[in-house]
Structure formats: C-alpha cells, structure tokens
C-alpha cells in the first residue's frame, strides 16, 4: 500500500531531487559509497547528492539498529532486517529530506551531503551467493530459436523457474571496466578449439535481485512469503562471451563464459519506492500450464509483476570522439518476465537451500516481445548474422573494445513521481 | 621435496597419533572446532586429540601470523598465505607434537589437547564461492551412456576441464545430517512434473580442493603456478537428486538438484602433507588430444595426481541396529581424474575470473575404471535398474531416509606414514 512517501507533490530542499530522472524524494535508495576516497560507508541517492547516513547518525538526525545497519560498509545487515525496519528508516529520511524538514536539518547540508560525481560507489553487500535466472521468455524463445528453431524452449520451461548459480567473487559494480575475457572457443567451421580471446562478447540486460531475510537450511519459504525475503532491486549486466558458453556449457550450464565480470548498479531501489509501480502478472497464454501450488499465490500473481521501463544504450570510441549521443539498442519493460521475483525465491528455496541476507539474484536476460526491446546482441543481431547499425554509420554483431554499455531502468505511473535505479555501465578493455 | 615431516620413523607423544588410520604425526591437517559448545576456534588433529591453537599461541609455544591465522575462528587468512608460511607452521606443529619435545610441552598437555570425540567440528572456512569439476572421466563416461549409449562423452570434455558455480551456502560439515530434498521432477511416464519428495537421492564421491592465494579479476593464473593456489583438500560429497536434475538442467545446469545440501570433511589436508602420495598424471590414451598450452605443464603432468585411495560406505538404520559393519560401496583412487586440480585452478582463472582465499572447488565424481569404483549410486545401479544388494541383504537403487553415507580417503605409499582425511559422513532425514 502506498503511504505518504510515494506522494508526488512532495518536494526535497535538496533542489536536484525535484524532477531528478532517477533520485526524486519518493526514491531514496541506499548504497555504499566512499567520498572522495574515504572509507566506505552507507549512504542515500538524493538527487545529484549523497545523503551521508553515518554523518546523519552522529548529528543525531537518525536512530536506531536499522539506520545504524544502513550506515554501512556493508548494507548484508540492513538486508536482513526485512520491510518494517525498512520502512522505519524510509520515513524518517523522507522526513529529513523533504521541504518540510527542519531549519536546523538544512543548516548541515555541508556536513550531510555529498556530491554524487566525487564520489565511489561499491558494491552495496558482501555477495553470498549469486543465483542467475532466466525468466526472461521471450529471451528464452528467440535464444532457443538460434538453436532449435522449431521447439525454442525447453519442455521444463514453463514449469520451473529455471536458473543456474553464478559466480559471487566476479560482480563490481557500475563504471569497472569490463576485460574481454580469454577462453576456449570452437567455431562450427574449425576442428579442434583455440585459446585466445572472446570473439562473440555480449551484454544481457537483467534485473538483479538483493535478498533480505534468509532461511534456514532445509526450510522452504513459502510463495505466499517469499516477497518478504526481498531487500531490494538493481540492474545487472551479466556480460556474456558467446563462442565460450556455445563451446563450454554442456552439460553443466554456462561457466566461464559468464564469470569473468557481472556489472550491477550500486543503488539498492527498495521494494517500498517501487510500490507504484506493481502490477499484476500477464495472464499466461492460453495453453500454458498453471503453476505448481508450491509456485502459485493469488496476491503474488495479483502485485508480483514490476512495471519498469529497460533500456540499453551504446557508445562507441568514434562516437565519443565526435561528441554523439549513445545510440539506443532496445528499451522494453519488466512486465515480461514470465516469472515473479516471489516464484524465483520460493522455487530456490523449495529444496531447503537456504538464502541469505545480501544474495544476488539475476532474473534472467528480459527481452520484450517486440524487437526493439530485446536484450542482448545475440537476439538483436540474430547471432550475428545481422549486424547492428548504429546512428556513427559504424556496425556491430558483438561488443568491440572500447564499446561502453548503459542499462537504465525507470518506473512511471500516472499519480506517482517516476524513480529510477541509476545507470549500469561498462566499458569493454581489451583482452590481457 | 619430502623433508623431515615425512619420516615415518618419527613418533609423536600423543600415544593414539602412532599408527592412527587418518592423523599420524605426519600429516597435522588444521581445521576449526568448538571444544564441548565454546567458541571456534583453528586446531590441528593428532590422533584421536585435536591440538588447540589458540592455547598453543597463549603458551607461547607458537608465534607469528601464519600461527594466527592458523588459529581461527576460521582459516581464510591462513589460506591466503600459502605455502611456505604453511611449511613454517608444520615443521613448528611437527617439533612440538614429536617424541622430542621439551618435556614442558608436554605438562601441558591437558590445556592444549581435547579429545575429538568431545568437540564439534565447523566448515574450516567462510566459503566464497563454490565450483564443482567434472574431472572423473569414467563417471562421465558411465552418466553420459545412460543418455547417450553410443556417444557418452561430450565433444569438450577432453579440450575443457568442464566445470559449474556450486551453491556456497548450503556446504556443511560431515555429521550434518542430510534433509531429503522436495523439488519438481517429471518421471518419463508422467506427462506432467509434480513437486514432493525427491526419489532418486544420490550421493558423490569428490575430492574437495581449499583455495589458497587468490587473483585479481581479469588476471590469470598461468599453469605452472596454478598448485600455488591451492591451501589444502578435503572429501566432498556433492549429494544428488537425480530425478529433479533430470527434469531442471537444461539449458543452464544442474541447480536445485545439488543445492540442497554439500558435506565436506572438516579437516584441511595441507598439500605438504600430501607431498608423498603425489604421483604423474596418467597418459592420456591414445587418441586423446594433448591438453592446451594454457593447460599444460611438464611439472604438473609429473606430479599433479594424487594417489588417494577413496572409499565409499553405508550403513542402514537395519544394518545399524543389527550391530553389523559399514556396507562397503566402492574403492577407488583419486589418480583416475582426467585433470589436474592445477589445470582446474588455472582453467577457472583463464579468462580472469578471480578466485579468493576459503573457495572451495569439487573434483567431480571420482569413478574407478572397474565397477567396484565408482563413485555414486547412480553408477552402481546403472541408473536404478540394478539395485545394489547389501551384507543385510536388502537392496538399493537410490538412497532411503536413514541411510548414513561416509567417505573416506587414504594416501599410502612405500616408505611412508600412511595419512588419512578424516570421514565425510551423511545421514538421510526425511522431506521436510
């Protein structure tokens, strides 16, 4: 239910939030940052500012474990405290940060606030494990097609949120640079494999997934509960070398065509700011079957779906060099994930794996159904028999060095001040 | 290079060190236990005692910060060190636990020493991230025939050391007992999948690999130092669900199917202890393609294999109240990977994935050539069409709840002690 936080007619004394594309007062999400090189700590995506939560806490502006849990390094605590905590901390800082916070309040500014641009962002927990899915069908179908093309998708598909584990110690956050990885490849026309660098690197626009809340091992979250185990959103870019994973992934999954670097965006968007912008899960298509009961909960079906527009955007060396804007290679929306973020939890834990505070979920590439919106080159460029032309007159079937990516989510509904996650970006360095 | 470690003439003071199966003087694996509900802390195993390094350090029989690290609570940053602040920490262990001793040490016997059947042991460890190989070349033969009988080995398997991201939060240590998974399979009978309890339950013999020093992203590790890297070995059993994997591994890989639940012996069996039971690689057949330079190093081919005996045992809830012996499954030996654990160390760093101190890698199931090796149930009752008979004359496809599965490990070799890992045990609890 939506409270006086997601109040569109509220405004911040901190005038870049007024309007800001990403960080309006109606956000703010939290992260770990560094100013200026100090040590990293907790802090609030206001505008084009960074609210300074352990400086917030000294002048006395904030109380409590939770707030002292968001203050940093590591956000693994704040995460575990679930929605109420949550909402606790979200109402005072709406409190401090709107126009109607108190003279004394605006009069630390300098003390409170960051510039966002002088800061460092980080990674905003100790990864645990990270879990990619693929509840991306259309994704799903149009990779399966490159394949198989009359029987895209796996008979399991539409029964079992399918997902594999990935690797924790490889995620960085927005703006590391991305090294093409080296590995083996074997392309139809050779015989034997080589070693030597990725000739088919992709990008794959995902939604990424912080879980709050745990549970213990051999104990299953029940679907009904599972959005409580949920702390947070980001977007994830899980870079993909194609000619590694065509040649290495049977019969264990993708390997290291994957773990050579994932990118999130370092801001944790709250399942509180994205209230607005629920909505319900597209009816499955006539004939596909219904969930299993395990996998099946009314309200999730009802709220579990997330309106959120995706973009990817591309530059390109020549493009900086001639001052261009970035070129946009899809935009497309949340809403197409054929399973809920409730589903993804629920069926991880429903062998008794247990979860835990600051875990990673990827949902899996989301693509739209339409073209325009798919999310990654392999699909944009039919596996690179279609080359991608870009607005500099230059083309691309994969990623070349140089090539930066920017993913970009934003969730706008009528009534409500639009938020977004920030961007996610890379720029791809050659291969070592 | 042995050294004076590894005489096996030599004796310790701690009477049931002499001639013990697994913890001889020679061998001083470390590990982290909690002495009767106290707090963990790092020892070493000697005989039937565990060597408390905490009150080792506090007598001021050891000092530096090898022997720190060595001390707990757990043994990531003594990992990180590797191996000639490992050798350090031995010859000094060595010398204190020896029949030399200065007699004083041994006055304080009753404060250094527990007796180990009174403590409780913990994962050695904060485990990173977790990777399992698929090294044991008969066990992927003997899987890949029950799929594919003419045609069993996938085309990578002897260019690439196929591997995939295990789940890190679910590996316990041995005596965790083992929770039945429920998860979705679809026998080929049902048109359908349901969910409940998993019915083909599975365990698998592995060797388990601590990772030492680690590297930086985007940096490999070539493959002459790729041993470097490693901290010490475990047992590991990757226990099973065959009909959920069945039904959830295509395209992306095993997940909920081995998530559950992970056993690792507890104690860390340091690659100096080893160093007797190194032996070469075996040739590879005839036919069989060399390995890629990246993966390929003179030294390694000499003396990367292990010669370990593996030993796989059940017991029965009948068999246990009939007072009757462990019901031996299979032995085999470790020699029959088909790879290195150095070319698994630097075929995961390849393409600069960065591997981190605690990571925990599984060799694959290891399966002798001949049938009375190998290494999971699913081998042994040729995908449950032949069930095993058991010395109480009942039978097994799979495995039923109350079964207790151990692994053991054993490296023995002319001239010197005799060492072993310790059990890795598992007992089956019925679905939740």
């Not at 796996?154 to 956050?173: F, I, L, Q, T």
């Not at 599972?226 to 702390?231: E, G, N, Q």
């Not at 579990?304 to 020549?318: F, H, I, R």
């Not at 699909?379 to 991608?388: A, L, N, T, W, Y």
């Amino acid at each position: 239910m939506t409270d006086h936080t997601h109040d569109a007619g509220r405004r911040s004394w901190v005038s870049s939030a007024n309007g800001h594309a990403d960080f309006p007062l109606q956000n703010l999400p939290v992260g770990v940052f560094s100013p200026h090189g100090a040590a990293p700590r907790g802090g609030v995506a206001i505008g084009d500012r960074i609210l300074d939560l352990p400086a917030v806490l000294e002048a006395g502006l904030l109380k409590g474990d939770a707030a002292e849990a968001a203050a940093g390094p590591t956000l693994n605590a704040f995460m575990a405290l679930g929605a109420a905590a949550r909402a606790t901390v979200r109402a005072r800082l709406f409190e401090l940060l709107s126009d109607g916070a108190p003279a004394p309040v605006r009069g630390l500014e300098a003390r409170l606030l960051h510039r966002a641009a002088d800061c460092t962002m980080h990674l905003p927990a100790a990864i645990g494990d990270y879990t990619d899915f693929y509840a991306g069908i259309q994704h799903a179908t149009n990779v399966g097609r490159l394949l198989r093309p009359d029987n895209p998708l796996m008979p399991n598909y539409k029964y079992v949120p399918v997902g594999y584990h990935g690797r924790a110690s490889s995620v960085r956050p927005s703006g590391v640079p991305v090294r093409r990885p080296n590995g083996q490849r074997k392309p139809a026309n050779e015989t034997v494999p080589s070693h030597g660098p990725c000739r088919n690197l992709d990008y794959e626009l995902e939604l990424g997934v912080w879980i709050g809340p745990g549970n213990e091992l051999g104990e299953p979250i029940p679907i009904g509960q599972a959005h409580t185990h949920v702390a947070g959103f980001c977007l994830l870019n899980d870079w993909s070398a194609r000619d590694i994973q065509g040649w290495e992934y049977q019969p264990l999954g993708p390997f290291l065509a994957k773990s050579f670097h994932s990118s999130v965006s370092p801001w944790v968007v709250t399942p509180e700011a994205l209230l607005p912008f629920r909505s319900a899960q597209p009816a499955r298509p006539e004939g596909d079957p219904a969930p299993l009961p395990h996998l099946l909960s009314e309200h999730d079906q009802q709220h579990g779906a997330l309106d959120l527009e995706l973009e990817v955007l591309l530059t390109t060396p020549t493009m900086r060099a001639r001052g261009m804007d970035a070129h946009r290679l899809s935009i497309g929306n949340a809403r197409h994930l054929y399973w809920t973020v409730a589903q993804m939890v629920a069926h991880h834990a429903s062998g008794g794996c247990n979860l835990q505070p600051g875990d990673l979920f990827g949902s899996g590439t989301i693509s739209a159904p339409e073209e325009t919106g798919w999310g990654s080159l392999l699909e944009i460029s039919m596996g690179g028999r279609r080359p991608v032309e870009l607005a500099s007159g230059e083309t691309r079937r994969f990623l070349e060095d140089g090539d930066e990516v920017i993913l970009r989510a934003r969730g706008v509904r009528a009534g409500f001040a639009p938020i977004g996650f920030g961007e996610c970006r890379g720029m791809i360095l050659p291969a070592a």
